[in-house]
């Protein structure tokens, strides 16, 4: 298992590309997540979830279970162990195309197909569905409350440090030195109306859930990018617009907090892995697992290797 944290899909999208198994957990499941301090909303963890990489879905729920809060304070029923598929079938709903309205790659949607595919002959029931508010909307909020967490990480500086700006830009990637700078302008009232925007949203997300059990989305909208095409030495608006022509999907379940993981469904032409979404209602992790332990039984993905491989040597 590998460490890592997911604040707009940095454990899904890594999983996705790489044929693993990457869960972000519901919010504030796992011990140290504080969503809420005092009342006041935690800027640095509203929207991240720090949890693992792994090969297989055992050791994501192994470890699962070791890290979720417990005993009276537990927001959640703890975990069960996940042994087996789950004893019921599922209705399971489907949205292809991204929030922000791009139509995914050939290969991402012939991704999502196979897994409806896989799903239906496992007996459970698929249907499509359709993003309950404007996508569009959701992602200007999301953008500018990212923009805000990045004066708030300027603010962390120790109080009366003057770091001029030369040397702040050497501390930081330009992508991030960047993101101060827009969020320059916005106001408390701007941040807090678009934290008002993202709960309707999340609101409107989980309603999907009164008439389905899972929602399966791609994770990207196309498979893994040459290495370099997205990085944070980019200037700002390459960046963004590429960005914006590749993650369409997983910012959603950071900004409700529900949990959401991405499976390796799916392979390109060329080899290279397509990871599928499957997200639940809040505290939902468990099906989410159980479903997850059917799909890797009916199509193993763990001894599968690339062409060129060094195992790890212990």
């Not at 009276?72 to 599922?90: D, E, H, I, Y």
């Not at 916005?186 to 389905?212: H, M, N, P, Q």
């Not at 929602?215 to 608006?237: H, M, Q, Y």
Request: proline residues 8%; glycine residues 10%.
């Amino acid at each position: 298992m590998a460490h890592g944290s997911d604040g707009a899909g940095s454990l899904r999208i890594p999983a996705s590309n790489c044929g693993l198994v990457g869960l972000k957990p519901s919010r504030d499941r796992i011990i140290g997540d504080h969503a809420f301090i005092d009342g006041k909303r935690n800027v640095g963890s509203f929207l991240g979830e720090s949890f693992v990489l792994s090969r297989t879905v055992r050791d994501t729920a192994n470890m699962l279970s070791l890290v979720e809060i417990k005993g009276a304070q537990a927001p959640f029923q703890p975990l069960r162990t996940v042994t087996g598929p789950p004893k019921k079938r599922l209705r399971v709903g489907y949205i292809m195309n991204g929030m922000g309205g791009h139509v995914p790659s050939p290969e991402v949607q012939e991704s999502v197909t196979k897994t409806i595919a896989a799903l239906q002959s496992l007996g459970h029931q698929v249907s499509e569905a359709q993003w309950p508010f404007p996508g569009e909307r959701f992602i200007e909020d999301f953008t500018l409350i990212y923009a805000a967490r990045a004066q708030e990480a300027k603010k962390m500086l120790p109080a009366g440090a003057e770091i001029p700006d030369s040397v702040l830009k050497g501390l930081v990637e330009p992508a991030s030195f960047a993101m101060v700078g827009i969020s320059g302008d916005l106001t408390e009232e701007d941040v807090e109306k678009a934290y008002g925007r993202i709960e309707e949203c999340s609101k409107a997300y989980f309603s999907l859930f009164e008439k389905i059990d899972i929602l399966i989305t791609p994770v990207l909208l196309k498979p893994p990018v040459r290495i370099g095409e997205i990085n944070g030495s980019l200037p700002i608006s390459v960046l963004m617009q590429r960005l914006n022509h590749y993650g369409d999907y997983t910012m959603l379940q950071n900004a409700s907090g529900g949990p959401a993981m991405s499976l390796p469904m799916h392979w390109t032409k060329t080899g290279l892995p397509v990871g599928v979404q499957f997200a639940a209602r809040m505290g939902g992790d468990y099906e989410l697992l159980e479903l997850a332990f059917e799909l890797e039984a009916a199509r193993p993905w763990a001894a599968r290797r690339p062409p060129l491989w060094a195992p790890t040597l212990v």
